[in-house]
């Protein structure tokens, strides 16, 4: 019975049962009622994740220290960075808020890196999955809506707009790190696979 | 097998769920498992045929999101001085700001992510949760109804980080200074708030009430 159970795969959006078919590398399963991806595995998706994930960390550390946008109108300047951005809603009843908005753009991206490289750099290296992987991954797919840096470079082309007719803006080295930190992490997304995943860290499991 | 790359998981005798087999697939993984088991062996999720508690949990987070969202459009999003002339502006009023300036792309975007998309997630979530409660049958299209809601509901956040950019950057004393009013916080809550009413959301009940019938 048991055995029979773990080649079955139960749809996670609509709970048909399937049998977990044999699926080549770089080809998708879907789920037959509802057209979810059930597995997609890719050649070196691991590898690749990792180097994503250290590029993006990387990038995170520019993006929060330099100067993101300069402001320039008769005479007066100012230069802000991202540390300002969070900064804003510091006074009073709105704290909570900066606290949350260093979460959105700068906590959770830095910690799902982080996550994810712990998870599968000894995987790509083909060892065995580091203590409570499990844990930290699932910590990862939770944290994934609420990752918001992308969302993030949209909100600062519509403030560019905004303030365009009343000074002269600049965007600084750390509005590019930005940019290239949400091309990464949507590189990133597209080689992960939940399912697939956490097939490969069961059998690699002791 | 087939040239674009897909290919098709192999049904288990026609659509058969976990449920009606007697069995428990993990929502985060797919494993299946005996009624039994309490933990997913595989990945350590809680394991529940359905969550039972779902449509709790996503009126109560929907209706809290619905009730923020009323003060968000009142109250003033931004409050901007140029030469010591302040002026107010909610989110409507910085879309027709932006319309005045003849950018119609920014204005469509900003429009669209404060006033659109939050409406209609509360409109799409509401019908879900209702067709679920009712017992209606379900389709494809209302899982990936479900889908986009999911998806697109963390772009509404964009106005709140306009203002955070706006206020950090326009503090130019006497010439202009930007400063975040009140609505930012009840707008970044509403978008919280229907953000976890939809994960909250377990879409395996959508296709519950087929189960009986014959397909």
């Known amino acids: 019975m048991t055995d029979s159970l773990a080649n079955m795969i139960a749809c996670p959006k609509c709970d048909a049962l399937h049998r977990i078919p044999h699926v080549e590398k770089g080809a998708r399963a879907r789920c037959v009622r509802c057209d979810t991806v059930l597995m997609a595995p890719r050649d070196g998706a691991m590898t690749r994740i990792v180097m994503l994930s250290a590029t993006g960390l990387i990038l995170m550390i520019g993006a929060v220290f330099f100067p993101f946008l300069e402001l320039n109108v008769q005479g007066l300047g100012r230069k802000s960075s991202v540390f300002d951005a969070v900064l804003a809603f510091s006074d009073g009843l709105m704290l909570p808020l900066s606290f949350a908005v260093a979460a959105l753009i700068v906590v959770l991206p830095i910690m799902r890196f982080m996550a994810l490289i712990y998870v599968f750099a000894p995987m790509a290296l083909g060892w065995q999955p580091a203590r409570g992987a499990r844990e930290v991954f699932r910590l990862a797919e939770v944290i994934r809506p609420w990752a918001m840096a992308e969302i993030f470079i949209i909100g600062v082309a519509v403030a560019l707009v905004k303030v365009a007719g009343l000074a002269t803006v600049t965007l600084g080295p750390a509005f590019w790190a930005f940019v290239l930190l949400v091309i990464v992490t949507a590189l990133k997304d597209s080689f992960m696979c939940r399912v697939t995943v956490w097939q490969t860290l069961n059998q690699r499991r002791v | ?215």
């Open chain 2, 1 to 215: 097998m087939s040239g674009d790359g897909m290919a098709n998981a192999e049904p288990a005798q026609g659509v058969i769920t976990a449920r009606a087999a007697g069995l428990i697939g993990c929502a985060e993984c797919g494993r299946v498992h005996r009624r039994d088991v309490p933990l997913c062996t595989v990945c350590g999720a809680p394991l529940q045929s359905r969550d039972t508690a779902s449509l709790q949990k996503v009126w109560a987070w929907l209706f809290a999101g619905m009730v923020v969202y009323i003060p968000a459009n009142v109250y003033p999003m931004l409050r901007t001085s140029t030469f010591g002339n302040t002026s107010d502006s909610t989110i409507v009023g910085g879309v027709l700001e932006l319309v005045d300036h003849g950018s119609y792309g920014v204005a469509f975007i900003v429009f669209f992510a404060s006033v659109v998309i939050p409406i209609s997630k509360f409109i799409a979530i509401a019908y879900l949760a209702y067709r679920v409660q009712t017992g209606k049958r379900g389709h494809a299209r209302h899982l990936h109804l479900y889908e986009v809601v999911e998806f697109i509901g963390r772009w509404s956040m964009i106005d709140v980080f306009v203002v955070a950019i706006l206020s950090a950057l326009v503090q130019l004393d006497f010439v202009a200074t930007i400063n975040p009013g009140i609505a930012a916080v009840s707008f970044a809550l509403s978008v919280a708030f229907t953000m976890v009413s939809a994960n909250s959301f377990d879409p395996r009940l959508i296709w519950d009430t087929r189960e009986g019938t014959p397909a």
